[in-house]
Nanobody, 124 residues
Framework: QVQLNESGGGLVQAGGSLRLSCAASGRTFNTHTLGWFRQAPGKERTFVSGIVLSSGAPRYADSVKGRFTISRDNARNTVYLQMNSLKPEDTAVYYC?????????????????WGQGTQVTVSS
C-alpha cells in the first residue's frame, strides 16, 4: 500500500500562483512515476503533469505547459507542482497518483494509488 497526501490548494486570484505538494509513504519501492490529475465539477478527471521519479523527466498537458512546473525531492518522497499564471479554468480538485510505469502515462487508469485531493479555486 502507498499513501499519498496532497496539500497546498486554496483560493487565488487569476494570475496568481500556488504550489501543491504530494507526500508519499508506505510501500513506495515499486513506484516509478507520479502524476497530477485534476477534476472540475461535472467533468472527467484529466492529466495535468507527471514525473519520472528516478530521472526527474517531466511531462505536461498542453493546457499547462509554460505555466506549471513539476519537481521531486526523493529524499522527502515528495513531488511538487508549482502553478503560475493561474486561470479560472484551472479551478478543480487536484489529485496525485502513483504508477509503476517507467514513463509518464497521461491516463488515469494506469495509476494505482491516489491521494484524497486538494481544491484549487482561481477567481477571475
Amino acid at each position: 500500500q502507498v499513501q499519498l497526501n496532497e496539500s497546498g490548494g486554496g483560493l487565488v486570484q487569476a494570475g496568481g500562483s500556488l504550489r501543491l505538494s504530494c507526500a508519499a509513504s508506505g510501500r513506495t519501492f515499486n513506484t516509478h512515476t507520479l502524476g497530477w490529475f485534476r477534476q472540475a465539477p461535472g467533468k472527467e478527471r484529466t492529466f495535468v503533469s507527471g514525473i519520472v521519479l528516478s530521472s526527474g523527466a517531466p511531462r505536461y498537458a498542453d493546457s499547462v505547459k509554460g505555466r506549471f512546473t513539476i519537481s521531486r525531492d526523493n529524499a522527502r518522497n515528495t513531488v511538487y507542482l508549482q502553478m503560475n499564471s493561474l486561470k479560472p479554468e484551472d479551478t478543480a480538485v487536484y489529485y496525485c497518483a502513483t504508477s509503476n510505469y517507467v514513463v509518464v502515462v497521461p491516463a488515469a487508469e494506469k495509476y494505482e494509488y491516489w491521494g484524497q485531493g486538494t481544491q484549487v479555486t482561481v477567481s477571475s
